[in-house]
């Protein structure tokens, strides 16, 4: 059964294997009871039944005559705790086996296990969080980087559900006015003043539509800000991908053609999650392997945020250059990626007859990946045309795919509401619209929130949150 009822589950809160200490979880109505009967006190303390709220007691796990371990027991009363239930938390040594027989003594004392996120799916449906904090608790967990963790921060702390909530409410204001009209359309009254509420719509969809072009940036935060390493073949991709990573992560080969895949890895760079991805040389594919290739890579350009467009120096004229950046912008002419030209191999060139050679280009990084020169600029300026994107300023960012899809689908409904109002259409129609774009901003925070929607969502949590 994936609802949670008021029995109590146990689970270990701690990530799997031995360590100093690990965390056993215990949350219900039964949880103290059953608490009592496998802890023993270390001094003359009252029964675990009696401990006041926000409290910790030193003492011994016994099953039965066998004593287990010496533990720290943490007591939370309903409804001050994670889940709003009792909550009896065990610190115990880490020992995969004390671990196992301390849980596997709570289930024979009547708690069964818990299912993945069911802690936090309890503190959802007790009114604790609501479905985007809860949400943001896992992306918590995951965050790898500053800036995930500050987005996913930013919204357990109501930042995206604090937005939504206030767009509804100005909603709802006018939606409750339409309503109460339908009751007296025989009597052709009007509460909901049509301007107003066309304003209001503008007004709000103008919001939305801040919201959405957020997603772009937060989405790239959460699962890694993609960087094209792209160019001809033979120009030192796969070497400076080597040379960003840190690591021999590409085969580097004079042989032209060598990298026929996409290679990806990532690194951390400036409190943020960047994904590298080394593509096939641009050129006439000599078979169908390397077609294949060409074709993924140009793929990757046309998603990219940033785009490293590497060339030789020894070789690249400017026309020609500047012909392939024109080509580039075309191809990525739907999104907002960033286009740096890098000039490799300056080991094997002047550097005043190369500058002169591109001077009318202006904006381009002049390297040497296999000297490692100047691949600090190149990093800074990586990291410079990232940090404008992600917007650091304060504002809300939606990164979370779910949020956005129900957004686009309020705002949709949202439209129709304008056009019914500019149309003057019956009220019928734009209350059944905006009763539409209610439900949508309502399934962002949980207020509307299916059965399979919550098991889709908290399935993904680890067990013990």
Known sequence: MFYPDTSSIAAIATPAGSGAIAVIRLSGADAFEIASRVFQPAGLEKNVCDYHTHTIHFGSIIDGKKHLDDVLLHIFRAPHSYTGENVAEISCHGSVYIQQQILQLLVKQGARLAQPGEFTLRAFLNRKMDLSRA?????????????????????????????????????????????????FSEEDVEFAGRKELL?????????????????????????????????????????????????????????????????????????????????????????????????????????????????????????????????????TSGNKSHLIPVGNKMDKSNLAETKKEFSSLGNILFISALKKLNIDLLRNKILEVSSAEAGFSGDIIISNARHWDAIVKADEALKRVEEGLTKNLTGELIAADLRMALNHLAAVTGEVSPEDLLENIFSRFCIGK
Not at 283 to 290: K, L, Q, Y
Request: charged share 30%; no cysteine.
């Open 135 to 183: 949400e943001a608790v896992a992306d918590l967990i995951a965050s790898r980087s500053e800036a995930q963790h500050r987005i996913a921060l930013q919204q357990m702390r109501g930042g995206v559900s604090g937005e939504i909530r206030f767009l509804r409410e100005e909603l709802i204001r006018f939606a409750s006015l339409i309503e109460l009209e339908l009751d």
């Open 199 to 331: 304003t209001l719509i503008e007004t709000i969809r103008e919001k939305i539509s801040r919201l959405t072009e957020s997603f772009e940036t937060g989405n790239a935060i959460k699962n890694g800000i993609p960087v094209v390493i792209a160019g001809r073949t033979n120009v030192g991709k796969s070497t400076l991908l080597n040379v960003l990573l840190n690591e021999d992560r590409a085969i580097v080969s004079e042989i032209p053609g060598t990298t026929r895949d996409i290679i990806e890895d990532e690194i951390i760079m400036g409190g943020m999650v960047f994904r590298f991805i080394d593509t096939a040389g641009i050129r006439s594919a000599t078979d169908a392997i390397e077609a294949e290739g060409v074709r993924r890579t140009l793929e990757k350009i046309k998603t990219s945020s940033v785009i490293l467009y590497v060339f030789d120096v020894t070789e690249m004229k400017a026309e020609y250059l500047k012909t392939t950046i024109e080509d580039f912008r075309k191809l």
